[in-house]
């Protein structure tokens, strides 16, 4: 499961600098595997729900753990095994989504369909239908106000030295905010700040550090750029735009990290668990360390040995790229995943970022491959029904095999 998580969702957030030659392939993967291993091993859940998103009750499974136990194992299974198919035909789908359709397909196969929480699975649905069209539209905004102000200014290395800073130190505060909000929310971060300041000012705080980092990379762009241009006369502003977006990009690549193995250790956690417990199916399993680092470990493999096929998609099938494009898809992916986290809103990145990359298409004058979107569409549409059905297949599989059912 975590190789396929690798493999597909955390590859694609590197597609855009890829797609666009900010990096070379061998540079986005060493990247990419650096900054998700540190968020998935220093950054990843202590503590995981039983059941990722609260699917199912687990009291429903209290009588029998053997089928608690022999669920989860199939989950891991059909979600491992519907990533790394979608990975094969350079798909991205959401990891999240997989392993959500999985928990549901053997609960409703062993519980029925009164079990599912559909009040979940109707809130998902309904952001994957409305986020990607945020997304689309909010990258065209983003690179619309970068064309007009620096690309197509008279003098675009003077323009970029008045707004790129602008651009920085938004850049500055989303991944400073992405990270204290979503990337370290499993951490003891959280819990220091409330004992210092209390649970009400969390927010407050995490915005006030976020601008103070946002006013540092302001300042830090700024100065960088009035050297530049009094030094220099290359009028090539894109690669100011390729800067930002590596940033953006490995900023992405924490995230996903920090909060995707939960999808590969929370089941696991929830097995162990169970056997520790002596049968007992609790709420919420402790992460075992070894299991935090199998997770973690996964990840990078699946990302330098298949990652490649996504990373192409989202970079090179879409759309045609350049840096200033790349820049606003990340830019807007990483707006959207920040009022997400903020909200408690589930949002998956893929769907996001690939909203965004269309969005770039249409309101950058570029073709889009509709055939390709429809290809990606079409996935979306079937990941938790596929997953569903592969869990019910494993789960009687491995339970005639065991002799459990």
């Known amino acids: 499961m975590a190789y396929g998580i ?59 753990p053997s089928i608690f136990i022999l669920g989860m194992l199939s989950s891991l299974f059909a979600a491992g095994a519907w990533l790394l198919l979608a990975t094969l035909f350079g798909l991205p789908v959401s990891t999240t989504h997989s392993i959500i359709g999985a928990i549901a397909g053997f609960s409703i196969y062993y519980l029925g369909w009164s079990s599912i929480r559909w009040s979940y699975i109707g809130g998902i649905t309904i952001t994957w239908l409305i986020v990607p069209l945020v997304a ?5 905004l983003i690179y619309f106000s970068a064309k007009k102000f620096i690309i197509k200014a008279n003098n675009p290395i003077e323009a970029g030295r008045n707004y790129i800073p602008l651009y920085a130190g938004l850049v500055g505060f989303l991944i400073c905010a992405i990270t204290l909000t979503k990337s370290l929310a499993n951490t003891e971060i959280p819990t220091l700040i ?17 601008f103070i980092v946002a006013l540092i990379c302001y300042a830090t762009s700024r100065l960088i750029l009035s050297h530049y241009v009094s030094n220099s006369k290359d009028p090539n502003i894109e690669g100011k735009f390729a800067i930002l977006m590596i940033f953006t990009a490995c900023s992405i690549a924490f995230a ?34 070894w299991v935090l680092l199998t997770g973690s470990i996964g990840i990078i493999l699946g990302m330098l040995t298949l990652g490649y096929k996504v990373i192409k998609t989202i970079g090179e099938k879409i759309t045609e790229l350049k840096p200033s494009k790349g820049f606003a898809a990340e830019l807007s992916t990483a707006v959207i995943v920040l009022l997400g986290s903020i ?58 095999f065991f002799e459990i059912l």
């Not at 957030?13 to 030659?21: F, P």
């Not at 409330?194 to 976020?210: C, E, K, P, R």
């Not at 002596?278 to 075992?288: A, I, K, Y």
């Open 194 to 210: 409330t004992q210092y300041f209390g649970d009400q000012d969390v927010i407050a705080i995490n915005i006030f550090i976020s």
């Open 343 to 400: 909200s408690g809103i589930p949002l998956s990145t893929t769907h996001t970022l690939v909203g965004a990359v269309v969005g770039i298409g249409l309101f950058g004058g570029n073709k889009v491959d509709s055939k390709v979107v429809y290809g990606i569409l079409g996935s979306w549409f079937v990941t938790i029904p596929g997953t569903a059905i592969l869990a019910i297949i494993f789960f009687v599989m491995l339970g005639t």
């Open 136 to 140: 689309a539209v909010l990258s065209g």
């Open 256 to 289: 996903q990290g920090s909060n995707d193995v939960a999808n590969a250790v929370g089941p696991m956690a929830a097995i162990i668990s169970t056997i520790e417990n002596l049968g007992s199916v609790e709420n919420q399993s402790v992460v075992p360390e």
């Open 6 to 64: 690798g493999a597909n969702d955390v590859a694609n957030a590197m597609g855009t600098s890829v797609g666009s030659k900010a990096l070379t392939l061998t540079q986005a993967l060493v990247l990419a595997s650096i900054f998700t291993f540190l968020g998935a091993y220093f950054a990843g859940a202590d503590v995981t729900t039983t059941i990722r998103e609260n699917i199912v009750s687990p009291e429903l499974f209290s009588d029998d």
